[in-house]
């Protein structure tokens, strides 16, 4: 190549990534929801192939298919929200009266006698813990409800990220052969290889994911049911089952978070109830409310998914090692937040698969 | 800068010369106009100087190419033997789009040449999203190697032993 065009392209390659640096702030939010409604497309393409195989109609096929996956998300949305939102309303009409208080101190009692004399100084009155108490719950019930109300970004979000999806899904083949478009002849073979086999692995395990999710909340709410069946009084049963499946996603994080509404949920529902106060896990253990109950339920429900459901759906290809996945979590989180930690790991595995791609075409390809 | 509804109405006509070529291509023999149209989405028009290399001998084969214009041997790079020259309509490398073995020979276009590539991964989706249409293809492309296999058999009998 001629050295002038070399220093060109230098020059052109710098200035643009000088652009992209300073314009990064700026279009990080559409390079989100570009990720995102690529990550969807993954997930739906399958789906809408197989229905375009059945009634010969791209477009409808798109429209049914996200159609559907919006309709069941609204309807749940909308179900929890009504549902958390009236069991938060009684709890907090239920923290005012003066039963609330007495089951406090009858817990505090019960703890206290639980408890060795020399350590009984460190804990504080039943009056200070309840007038605490009721301000801090207050406060955290006020906040969950705000932050509920506050979701006019998100759901610019959404539907820009749905947009994306429904474009991209239905004119997908044409917009990938767009993009092949631009890659030199030298590469084009190795390069059509390379998005084929990542699409694949990509979809392989997104699909593989959405399946331990799923398996996840089916699990979760067999539980529930069944610690429902010796005396824990959980509600919204399905609900939790379902933030337990897709909190999940989230490697390590994940589960702990499945928990948060199950042992919420149980302490509303349990609080005056002396027998889920004085209950002992398995006749031995102390478990209040049933928390260590639900506790176990969800590490059983995840050993369950690390041993059989995930190694088998979605395989070793895109096992990730435990650390990449603690970085990756990081770096999501310090990002995006939770929204970061959720796709944190997809995004590692993809960059994994680019990389083996890479790799081995070129160990086998013959082309430089 | 053409307006839009120019671009619009030239849309219908823009890959005739595209579906014209496949139509020449035993590969895709007895296909409805609907179902051309639909291959014409999928193919990738590919341009290639005097000279430059399609694809080299020993790597992994990817799909087939058939000549819109210009002109394409097939040759052993080591050697120098030209195995075949190509030009208009015809097709080459269909092979690699049943097997993933290495290239046998090298492909390089000896004038400016336009050429459309209908690869394996695109045989794939078309397989997954049009089942009737993939199996045709599947049917075509095995007539074609059986029919390349009798010729050979035909040369291997006729050889002087």
Not at chain 1, 174 to 193: C, T
Not at chain 1, 301 to 330: C, K, R, W, Y
Not at chain 1, 337 to 352: E, Q, R, S, T
């Amino acid at each position: 190549m001629d050295a002038t065009l070399k220093i060109y392209r230098l020059m052109v390659g710098l200035v643009m990534a000088g652009v992209i640096w300073i314009l990064f702030p700026f279009i990080s939010l559409v390079l989100i929801m570009l990720v995102l409604s690529f990550i969807f497309t993954s997930i739906f393409l399958p789906a809408v192939d197989t229905l375009e195989r059945r009634i010969h109609n791209r477009g409808l096929s798109v429209l049914l298919i996200v159609g559907s996956a919006i309709v069941a998300f609204t309807w749940f949305l909308g179900s929890f929200m009504s549902n958390f939102g009236q069991q938060i309303k009684e709890f907090s009409t239920k923290l005012q009266e003066q039963e609330f208080s007495n089951s406090l101190i009858a817990l505090s009692d019960k703890i206290q006698v639980m408890i060795p004399d020399s350590m009984l100084n460190l804990i504080p009155e039943s009056s200070e813990i309840i007038t605490g108490l009721q301000g801090k719950l207050s406060n955290v019930f006020q906040n969950i409800l705000g932050l509920l109300s506050t979701t006019g970004n998100i759901i610019f979000i959404i539907v820009m990220t749905l947009i994306f999806t429904i474009i991209v899904l239905v004119e997908y083949y044409s917009f990938k052969r767009s993009m092949v478009r631009f890659i030199p002849n030298r590469y084009f073979e190795i390069g059509l290889r390379l998005i084929y086999n990542v699409e694949q692995q990509v979809s392989k395990f997104l699909m593989g994911q959405l399946f331990a999710a799923v398996t996840v909340a089916l699990l979760s709410i067999l539980g529930l049911f069944i610690l429902n069946q010796v005396g824990a009084n959980l509600t919204l049963i399905v609900f939790i089952g379902i933030i337990a499946g897709f909190a999940n996603l989230i490697p390590m994080v994940g589960p702990f978070v499945g928990m948060i509404p199950a042992i919420l949920i149980a302490i509303m529902n349990n609080l005056g109830n002396s027998a889920a106060m004085g209950h002992y896990l398995l006749g031995a253990v102390p478990s209040p409310f049933f928390i260590l109950d639900i506790i176990l339920m969800f590490i059983i429900v995840q050993q369950i998914d690390n041993n059989f459901v995930t190694p088998i759906v979605v395989g070793e290809s895109t096992g990730l090692h435990p650390m990449i996945v603690m970085i990756a979590l990081l770096i999501g989180g310090i990002l995006m937040g939770p929204l970061g930690m959720l796709f944190a790991v997809p995004a590692a595995g993809i960059i994994k698969v680019v990389i083996q791609e890479i790799s081995f075409a070129s160990q086998n390809s013959h082309l430089i | 800068m053409k307006p839009l509804w120019e671009n619009y109405f030239n849309k219908k006509n823009a890959d005739s010369p595209v579906i014209h070529a496949l139509q020449s291509v035993p590969v895709f023999n007895e296909l409805t106009p609907k179902q051309f149209k639909e291959i014409s989405r999928l193919i990738h028009k590919r341009n290639y100087k005097k000279g430059e290399i399609i694809f080299k001998k020993g790597s992994l084969g990817e799909g087939m190419y058939l000549i819109l214009s210009g002109s394409v041997v097939i040759k052993d790079p080591e050697s120098g033997i030209v195995f075949a020259s190509l030009t208009n309509d015809n097709f080459f490398g269909e092979m690699a789009l049943l097997d993933e073995e290495p290239r046998s020979a090298q492909a390089e276009a000896t004038s400016p040449s336009h050429l459309i590539g209908f690869f394996r991964t695109d045989l794939m989706s078309l397989i997954s999203r049009f089942p009737e249409m993939g199996n045709k293809i599947l049917l075509n492309l095995s007539q074609v190697l059986t029919e390349r296999l009798r010729e050979a058999n035909k040369l291997l009998m006729e050889k002087p032993q």
